[in-house]
């Protein structure tokens, strides 16, 4: 019935709350599955930790936290397979660039000086 999937996507987004998310609703013999596919600004805007907002008394909020590097190379290794990147390095880029559009730093610096830096080669990525 409508109002259990309802009741069923309402539960599974429940540490999500004030975010927009994407949920797979996978439907077989008319029984509904619920995945929760998070993009990668919901993971950048979960790794900040703040405290969930009301979209409706705020609109277009700016994130201006930090989130360290590990995390976004977390973020990454999550998106890996949703990435169009050849290498994990290339998703960590997708994802600082992700960042730097929510309005975020990493580690206090600007989401793409920290491209600049991995294209130099001065800051090493995992290969995995």
């Known amino acids: ?3 259990k999937v309802g009741d069923d996507i309402a539960k599974a987004t429940g540490d999500w ?3 927009r998310i994407t ?3 996978t439907i077989q013999n ?3 599955q619920i995945e929760v596919v998070p993009s990668a600004s919901a993971l950048i805007i979960k790794a900040l930790k703040e405290p969930p907002r009301d979209r409706k008394k705020q609109k277009n909020i ?3 936290g930090s989130v360290s ?5 977390n973020i990454a290794r999550q998106m ?5 990147a050849r290498e994990l390095s290339g ?3 997708e994802i600082l660039g992700t960042a730097q559009s929510v309005g975020c730093s990493i580690d206090g610096r600007h989401p793409h000086d920290i491209i600049d830096d991995i294209n130099n080669g001065v800051i090493e990525c995992p290969a995995v």
Not at 69 to 73: C, G, K, P
Not at 80 to 84: D, E, G, I, T
């Open 69 to 73: 590097f590990d995390e976004i190379v």
């Open 62 to 64: 700016k994130h201006s």
């Open 17 to 19: 709350k004030g975010l």
């Open 23 to 25: 949920v797979k609703l």
């Open 1 to 3: 019935s409508p109002k």
């Open 30 to 32: 008319r029984q509904a």
């Open 80 to 84: 890996r397979h949703r990435s169009l």
């Open 91 to 93: 998703t960590i880029k």
